[in-house]
């Protein structure tokens, strides 16, 4: 609040093996520091949770640098601009910053690296930390029509469909035309995808003997897309089911993130030649300057009804590491957001 002097924040005690729990990620009151010269103070409204942070919280060789122990845990926030020394932002302007900020109060970054973001009458501020973010809207958005290049009547193979990234995706497949199947771990989130958001057909993989064959049951035409958001045996289920010149589209592995020690490739990764298949890689930050396309399309859809999503939404600083640990139980549907304050609703 106005005339705070103090931040409090979550920061890294020690790295976590498996789920981070409140032993690894601590709360502490900080001194709030003034922005230096061309930084930008938030106060923070929303803090995104993301599978990716768990990867920054180990010491791995990865896209970005590991969170130092004693860091503040890196994070995407949305938040209200308290003081600028950037020339782009005022008082009272409202910014995303993209996996630069924390979770935290109170966020202060370089200008450049923040994003303004504007009310415009007919969504709620929040959505840039929902469906329009990074996460749940660029990162389906360019990995399925990019990556994927989803033809009409192609069959797409979704896993952790019921999630952020997930439950987008298979949506804009439907959008193209395709014909799409969700992984997921629940019977009630498998009716969600098939009733609510338009999927053809959905698997309850926790309830599956055999992944691969209930996969062949389900695509009989086999598989033309995966959207890998999980990795190990689900990946490798799917890999025996793709159809000839098939794109795997690798988006994230979160079944491998808590596992320490090297982890094994797919198994079935001979089936890539075998099928004349394509793995690609997605970063969804190689697109950040195609973000208002994506923007103008995303919104599009929402407004036509074309495009449902869940968010998932958790109140109060105090309750972000237990609230993180439902990404890695299937704990939650949709995007998972902290809310510090109710002024983005
Ligand atoms: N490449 C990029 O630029 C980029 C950007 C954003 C996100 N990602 C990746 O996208 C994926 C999804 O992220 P998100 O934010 O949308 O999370 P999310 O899907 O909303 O939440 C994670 C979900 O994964 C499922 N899951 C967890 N552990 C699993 C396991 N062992 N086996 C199978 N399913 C499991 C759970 O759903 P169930 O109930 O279905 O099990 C859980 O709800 C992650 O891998 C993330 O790293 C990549």
Redesign the pocket.
Known sequence: MAGDTTNRQLYLQQRPEGIPTTEDIRLREVPLKDPGEGEVQLRNLYLSL???QRDWMSDNLSYMPPIAIGECIRSTSLGRVVASRHPDFEEGDYAVGLACNGWEEYSTAPGEMLAKVEKDGRHPLRYHLSIFSG?MGM?PYFGMLELGQPKPGETVLM??A?????SVAGQIAKIKGCRVVGL???DE?CQWLINELGFDDAIN?KRCDNLADAIAEACPERVDIYFD??GGK?LDAALLNLNDFARVVF?????TYNETGPKPGPYNYWQILARSAKVLG???TNYVDRFPEALRDLSQWVDDGKLKFAEDIVDGLGNTVEAYSR??T?G?K???LVRLSDEAD
Not at 162 to 166: L, S
Not at 251 to 255: Q, T
């Open positions: 993301d599978p990716a996460a990162t896993s952790a019921a999630g952020a990234v997930g997921t771990g629940s989130k993989y958001n999980v689900m988006c994230g592995a979160i079944s997605l970063l969804t990404l890695f299937g939650n949709g995007k998972l």
